[in-house]
């Protein structure tokens, strides 16, 4: 069996929840320099073995890749029954079972894609803190100098790619923990003429910062899960709200524009005006 190349950090169990009725997705870079765009799911928020740890010998690993991928099917069942509860009005029944694997995917969703890693620790970044090790291994053990020439930029490049991989599954239990005692908050848009977008950087924080969102009880997280839906840690429970209000919507949909390179929805004159206004 061939091993998976391309690898969605925006899982098409989402996106396929954001496209118009002839199942396209309209996206466009936030800069607008580039014009709106259609595919299908498969064509965006992807890239070349994204998850793949790479070894020395250039062979790559596809294990978290897929971990990601039954991650990814477990939550899809889940959320299917989220949308369907959500759309006939009523919170859905979720077993602790169902629940637990939510609160996985909102994790590992939240923390696997390329531009949050970015934003907490760049390339730029990490690499000085290998510049500064090696130094310091320079200046202890000279006797290790041939060791050191092997860091080359290309090798340092693969570690750096493999850190920011290896992470993408690392659980915290009281992480964890703070999810099962916030709940789940169930957001629904009410009128028709309205959508969320999905941005490559998708969850969003509002009253707090993406460091301390969970463990400040007055903090909002969303993470818009289709057109109409989004999904975020509550205030115990399981609980369904409906939004009508443009201001509201319309200011979701402008924090993840501003915090993502790319968006995507199932309108393209949303997706036109949100870029043009950035």
């Given at each position: 069996?061939?091993?998976?190349?391309?690898?969605?950090?925006?899982?098409?169990?989402?996106?396929?929840?954001?496209?118009?009725?002839?199942?396209?997705?309209?996206?466009?870079?936030?800069?607008?320099?580039?014009?709106?765009k259609?595919?299908?799911?498969?064509?965006?928020?992807?890239e070349?073995?994204?998850?793949?740890?790479?070894?020395?010998?250039?062979?790559?690993?596809?294990?978290?890749?897929?971990?990601?991928?039954?991650?990814?099917?477990?939550?899809?069942?889940?959320?299917?029954?989220?949308?369907?509860?959500?759309?006939?009005?009523?919170?859905?029944?979720?077993?602790?079972?169902?629940?637990?694997?939510?609160?996985?995917?909102?994790?590992?969703?939240?923390?696997?894609?390329?531009?949050?890693?970015?934003?907490?620790?760049?390339?730029?970044?990490?690499?000085?803190?290998?510049?500064?090790?090696?130094?310091?291994?320079?200046?202890?053990?000279p006797?290790?100098?041939?060791?050191?020439?092997?860091?080359?930029?290309?090798?340092?490049?693969?570690?750096?790619?493999?850190?920011?991989?290896?992470?993408?599954?690392?659980?915290?239990?009281?992480?964890?923990?703070?999810?099962?005692?916030?709940?789940?908050?169930?957001?629904?848009?009410?009128?028709?003429?309205?959508?969320?977008?999905?941005?490559?950087?998708?969850?969003?924080v509002?009253?707090?910062?993406?460091?301390?969102?969970?463990?400040?009880p007055?903090?909002?997280?969303?993470?818009?899960?289709?057109?109409?839906?989004?999904?975020?840690?509550?205030?115990?429970?399981?609980?369904?709200?409906?939004?009508?209000?443009?201001?509201?919507?319309?200011?979701?949909?402008?924090?993840?524009?501003?915090?993502?390179?790319?968006?995507?929805?199932c309108?393209?004159?949303?997706?036109?005006?949100?870029?043009?206004?950035?």
């Amino acid at each position: 069996m061939s091993t998976p190349k391309r690898h969605h950090y925006i899982p098409r169990m989402l996106l396929k929840n954001f496209v118009d009725r002839d199942h396209n997705l309209h996206w466009s870079f936030t800069d607008d320099r580039r014009g709106l765009k259609k595919a299908r799911v498969e064509g965006v928020f992807v890239e070349r073995h994204l998850y793949s740890v790479i070894g020395r010998d250039g062979d790559r690993d596809p294990a978290i890749e897929a971990e990601l991928s039954r991650i990814e099917g477990d939550a899809a069942k889940v959320l299917d029954t989220i949308l369907t509860a959500a759309r006939a009005g009523r919170p859905p029944d979720l077993s602790t079972q169902e629940k637990s694997v939510w609160y996985r995917f909102f994790l590992v969703q939240w923390r696997r894609t390329p531009e949050l890693q970015q934003s907490v620790a760049s390339d730029a970044v990490l690499g000085a803190l290998f510049d500064s090790a090696i130094e310091l291994v320079l200046t202890k053990f000279p006797e290790r100098a041939d060791e050191v020439k092997e860091f080359t930029p290309a090798e340092r490049a693969r570690m750096i790619h493999n850190i920011r991989t290896e992470i993408v599954l690392e659980t915290k239990p009281n992480v964890e923990k703070l999810l099962e005692e916030r709940g789940i908050m169930i957001m629904r848009i009410e009128r028709d003429d309205k959508a969320f977008v999905i941005g490559s950087r998708p969850v969003v924080v509002f009253n707090g910062s993406e460091s301390n969102g969970l463990h400040d009880p007055n903090s909002e997280m969303w993470l818009p899960v289709a057109s109409d839906i989004a999904i975020g840690p509550g205030t115990g429970g399981v609980k369904l709200g409906f939004l009508a209000a443009d201001s509201a919507i319309r200011t979701m949909n402008r924090e993840i524009t501003c915090q993502s390179s790319v968006i995507a929805g199932c309108s393209p004159d949303l997706i036109r005006s949100l870029t043009s206004t950035r």
